[in-house]
């Protein structure tokens, strides 16, 4: 089956062949074997290397940091056709998703030179250091400490559920420069740590699903020099907020699971039945729209808007639709998922089941993106 083609804009002749281009790539791939679902949380280094040598990663940056120069919607149907196609694009996501482009925006130009082209070949990865045990949903209470020394910056403290810590290159983090109690916010800053800094450990956490995926990081007296401060000092708060943009807006909020879909609907046609042809009219009528507001997005950010709101908007409803697709197609229709099963679909429709409870918590929770949702309405 084809990924359906929910919106005419997509049609642009140089989208098509964008998308002709990368499903020719993933057809020969190697590691195509076995799609998977949530296949963004999937991590292959030598899938992300051959996709970086084939241009797909940093595909909007200036050549000059080893990007491409390709617009904000031909990156869309890559990273579409990725996720449509159930590829383990884990290791390079977070670097090309949002350390990239915060990089670009607030990076010096020495940051840029030295890590950007080494991401978009696909060789080096990031790690998002936001969460610590007492703050996730409450962001602006992180209490892990970066304090000046003479050459740079001693950071002390730990952070939670930190996806891949111990496969990736650098944590963007975000930390507490100033003692100032009354300036929570304006106390952060961002810096860009290599996770095998003096001091640095990292403890292994076992998801549900019984992988290790992310991670405990802990900082003793980790010393780092003075450029490895992203941006400017105290503006931590500001540039987080722009990154959650990127983090919260893509395609992977509503198509991580898409392979299901695609096996449900081929099992559908060997096994028709009135209650999977609902159902799937119902979640794909819910795709179509969010798609299109996901495109939007793209286009926003790539002309260097931030639409957070929206943004949050894609994210909640995007892991209410792959939820209910899990959930309802578990439920209602095809009880039989097994991990271990040689059927595509059987062995998909569990690996989702375990996946889809942290879709609502990972890169903000339900409760806090509604929160975001209501203000922007104006609704409190
Ligand atoms: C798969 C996965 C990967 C992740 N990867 C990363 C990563 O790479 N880097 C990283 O930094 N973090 C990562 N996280 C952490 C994630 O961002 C946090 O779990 C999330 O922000 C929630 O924070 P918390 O766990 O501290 O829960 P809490 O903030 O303690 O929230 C607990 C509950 O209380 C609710 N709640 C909290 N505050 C409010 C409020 N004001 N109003 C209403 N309800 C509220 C929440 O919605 C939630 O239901 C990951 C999480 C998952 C599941």
């Not at 949380?41 to 899938?47: G, K, M």
């Not at 807006?249 to 559908?268: D, T």
Request: contains cysteine.
């Amino acid at each position: 089956m084809k990924t359906p083609n929910f919106d005419a804009r997509m049609n642009f002749p140089e989208m098509e062949r964008v998308r002709a281009e990368i499903r020719e790539f993933l057809a020969a791939d190697p590691a195509m074997a076995t799609p998977r679902a949530d296949c963004w949380s999937h991590f292959d280094d030598a899938f992300s290397r051959r996709l970086g040598q084939a241009g797909y990663i940093g595909m909007t940056w200036p050549k000059r940091y080893g990007g491409h120069e390709r617009s904000s919607l031909e990156r869309y149907v890559v990273v579409e056709e990725l996720l449509a196609a159930g590829a383990p694009a884990a290791a390079h996501w977070i670097a090309d998703r949002q350390t990239g482009p915060q990089l670009l925006r607030f990076g010096t130009e020495e940051q840029r030179q030295r890590i950007l082209p080494a991401i978009a070949r696909g060789e080096c990865y990031c790690s998002i250091g936001m969460s610590e045990p007492d703050s996730g949903s409450d962001l602006a209470s992180v209490r892990t400490r970066a304090t000046r020394t003479g050459d740079g910056w001693v950071i002390n403290g730990r952070k939670i559920w930190t996806t891949y810590a111990h496969r990736s290159h650098y944590i963007l983090m975000l930390c507490r420069t100033s003692e100032d109690a009354s300036a929570r916010h304006r106390g952060l800053s961002q810096i860009l740590v290599p996770l095998d800094s003096p001091g640095l450990s990292i403890r292994p956490i076992v998801n549900m699903a019984g992988a290790h995926d992310f991670n405990e990081v802990l900082f003793e007296d980790v010393h780092v020099p003075a450029d490895a401060l992203l941006g400017q000092e105290g503006a931590g708060w500001d540039q987080v907020m722009s990154e959650l943009a990127f983090e919260r807006s893509g395609p992977e909020r509503f198509l991580s699971s898409f392979v299901l879909l695609e096996a449900f609907v081929e099992r559908a046609r060997r096994e028709p039945s009135a209650e999977a042809a609902i159902l799937i009219g119902s979640l794909i009528s819910r795709l179509a729209p969010l798609r299109g507001m996901s495109m939007s997005i793209a286009a926003q950010l790539g002309r260097g808007e931030l639409p957070n709101f929206e943004a949050a908007l894609v994210k909640e409803t995007g892991s209410l639709l792959e939820q209910d697709l899990t959930e309802k197609i578990l439920g209602e229709i095809a009880p039989e998922a097994d991990p271990t099963s040689e059927d595509k679909f059987r062995r998909l429709l569990a690996e989702a089941m375990l996946h889809a409870p942290s879709f609502s918590i990972r890169g903000g929770t339900r409760e806090i993106l509604r929160g975001i949702i209501a203000r922007d309405l104006g609704l409190r």
